[in-house]
């Protein structure tokens, strides 16, 4: 296993590298893993809200749906990698807080989901809504996706290979 990297709201992280990116505690939170099969390289992103981000100060644009995806393509972009190799896993975009009007984890799903379709990305695998908080775990060496709801131990989500 590689070197875990903690995937925070906001963050996004690409490696080619024997890397593991955790994004935990997704609640309303989408977390993202994109993959390129024949180069073994892959990415996580965590995000939230939907849209794009505000152009003002201390406005942080990853984690925002639009622009997390754009900075996500883009890193693989310097690595030689197109979006139309890419493909998606989506996990979280829930209801933990059990709101009888809250949609934001499904504004957020759904935002993610427009947005790699608007850029033909496939979306393999996803776990999401619900109303237990959920963590994704990817193994970008075995290109491996786990999930894990609640306190419920993780089960494999998606294998690339």
């Known amino acids: 296993m590689g070197k875990e990297v903690d995937v925070g709201i906001g963050k996004l992280e690409v490696s080619k590298k024997n890397r593991v990116f955790v994004a935990r505690a997704l609640g309303s939170c989408v ?3 994109m993959y390129d099969k024949k180069k073994k390289m892959g990415g996580m992103a965590h995000v939230m809200p939907p849209g794009n981000a505000p152009v003002k100060e201390g406005v942080i644009p990853a984690r925002y749906a639009v622009n997390s995806i754009d900075q ?3 890193q693989f972009s ?6 139309e ?3 998606a896993v989506i996990v979280g975009g829930g209801n933990v807080l059990r709101r009888k009007y809250d949609t934001i984890g499904a504004d957020n799903i759904s935002a993610v989901s427009r947005q790699l379709k608007g850029k033909q990305i496939e979306i393999k695998a996803n776990s999401v ?3 237990q908080r959920k963590s994704a775990r990817f193994d970008v060496g075995k290109g491996r996706i786990f999930v894990a709801a609640g306190d419920d ?3 494999i989500l998606y294998d690339v290979l």
């Open 31 to 33: 977390g993202l893993a």
């Open 129 to 131: 809504s619900g109303t």
């Open 153 to 155: 131990n993780e089960t």
């Open 72 to 74: 996500l393509i883009q």
């Open 85 to 87: 190799k890419l493909m």
């Open 78 to 83: 310097r690595e030689g990698i197109s979006k």
